[in-house]
C-alpha cells in the first residue's frame, strides 16, 4: 500500500529566503507525482505534475524534482513571499489509474 | 472560464437528514472524484468515477452516494447512515489518459457541519 509522507509538517520563514518541502513516497511504481497548494478554507491548486519518465519540472519560481529509486520528490521555492504562505501537499496515484495518495501537508509561513 | 464550481460552499445539517453536494465541471474531463479532508488526516476518496453511469467506492465510502448521468455532473450524497459527517468535501476532475495519469483539478471546497 503506497504512503506519502512529507516533512516537514510546519515550516516558518523570513521573506526572500529559499526552502525546500520534502515528499517521501514508499511505492517507487508510479505514473507520475503532483504537487499543490492549499490556502485555508480552499480547494487545492495545482501546481506542477512530474511524469515518472521525467526528472524535474520548473514554474516561475518552484522547482520540483523527482527520485523514483529513492522514493522522494522535493519542491524547491526560490526567493520566499508572503503571499507563498499556505500548506503544500504532494500526492502520486498508486499504480493505477489515479487514484492519488496524498501526503498530509507542509503547512509554510513566510514572514515579512 | 473552465473549472469546476461546488455548490454550496457552506451547509448545515440537521442529524438524521440526508444532503446533497454539488460538482459541474465543464473541462471536458471524464474521470471526477470526491475527498473528504478533516484537520490533521489529510484527503481521504470517497467515490470516483471514470465514465457515464459508472462509479468505484473509494476508501471511506460508507454512508455516502454518488449519481454520474451526466459526464460534467458528480454530485454526492452524504446520508443519514455517515456517522461523522462534519468535514470539507472537495470534488476533482482530470482527463483519461492511455497508458498515463493526467493532471487533477480541484474544485473551492463545500464545508458541511452537522448540528
Known amino acids: 500500500k503506497q504512503e506519502v509522507t512529507q516533512i516537514p509538517a510546519a515550516l516558518s520563514v523570513p521573506e526572500g529566503e529559499n526552502l525546500v518541502l520534502n515528499c517521501s513516497f514508499t511505492d517507487s511504481a508510479i505514473y507520475n507525482l503532483q504537487w499543490f497548494r492549499q490556502d485555508p478554507g480552499k480547494g487545492l491548486t495545482s501546481l506542477l505534475l512530474i511524469q515518472s519518465s521525467q526528472r524535474e519540472q520548473t514554474s516561475g519560481r518552484l522547482n520540483a524534482s523527482l527520485d523514483k529509486s529513492s522514493g522522494r520528490s522535493t519542491l524547491y521555492i526560490a526567493a520566499s513571499q508572503p503571499g507563498d504562505s499556505a500548506t503544500y501537499l504532494c500526492a502520486v496515484p498508486p499504480g493505477g489509474f489515479q487514484k492519488l495518495v496524498f501526503g498530509t501537508g507542509t503547512r509554510l509561513l513566510v514572514s515579512p | 472560464d473552465g473549472g469546476i464550481t461546488q455548490s454550496p460552499k457552506y451547509l448545515f445539517r440537521k442529524e438524521g437528514q440526508n444532503v446533497t453536494l454539488s460538482c459541474e465541471q465543464n473541462l471536458n474531463h471524464d474521470a471526477m472524484y470526491w475527498y473528504r479532508q478533516d484537520p490533521g488526516q489529510g484527503l481521504r476518496l470517497i467515490y470516483y468515477s471514470q465514465i457515464v453511469n459508472d462509479f468505484q467506492k473509494g476508501d471511506i465510502a460508507e454512508g455516502y452516494s454518488v449519481s454520474r448521468e451526466k459526464k460534467e455532473s458528480f454530485p454526492l450524497t452524504v446520508t443519514s447512515a455517515q456517522k461523522n459527517p462534519t468535514a470539507f468535501y472537495l470534488c476533482?476532475?482530470?482527463?483519461?489518459?492511455?497508458?498515463?495519469?493526467?493532471?487533477?483539478?480541484f474544485g473551492e471546497g463545500s464545508r458541511l457541519t452537522v448540528l
Open positions: 476533482a476532475s482530470t482527463r483519461r489518459l492511455a497508458g498515463e495519469a493526467g493532471e487533477l483539478f
